[in-house]
């Protein structure tokens, strides 16, 4: 079987997290790329040996991306996951998911027009 390609949108302290819990401990998932908008960040996932995107729309045009990880600021979660769900992507978001119920909800139904996977990370899970 062949292995899920991530990206990460975010890589700050819960992306870098994402990267190197995922790397460890998950091998079916091949965590490939960073779009951050701190050059200090991407910076830092270059020296990890990571992919870098100059977008978050190079990003979700990346055909051979199948899983993008939400860890951004909450308020950005909504329109993030959207943009990638409708991009044909899985997309597994940090908590809180969103900032309301109304918001998580207009996550849900784009997940159901498109047929991806949407969830919500929990990071006692791979403990």
């Given amino acids: 079987m062949a292995k899920l390609r991530q990206a990460i949108v975010g890589f700050g302290g819960m ?57 951004v600021p909450n308020n950005f979660h909504k329109s993030i996951a959207i943009a990638a769900l409708r991009a044909g992507k899985n997309v597994v978001c940090e908590k809180p998911v969103t900032l309301n119920a109304a918001e998580l909800e207009e996550i849900i139904a784009v997940r159901d027009e498109t ?12 403990d």
Avoid: C
Wanted: hydrophobic share 40%; proline share 3%.
């Fill in 15 to 71: 992306g870098g997290w994402h990267a190197e819990s995922v790397r460890a401990k998950v091998p079916e998932i091949e965590v490939y790329g960073v779009y951050d908008i701190r050059p200090e960040a991407m910076e830092a996932a270059r020296a990890k040996g990571l992919h870098t995107y100059d977008s978050l729309d190079s990003l979700l045009a990346d055909e051979t991306i199948d899983l993008v990880t939400i860890a």
């Fill in 115 to 126: 047929g991806k996977v949407f969830s919500v990370h929990q990071n006692r899970r791979w």
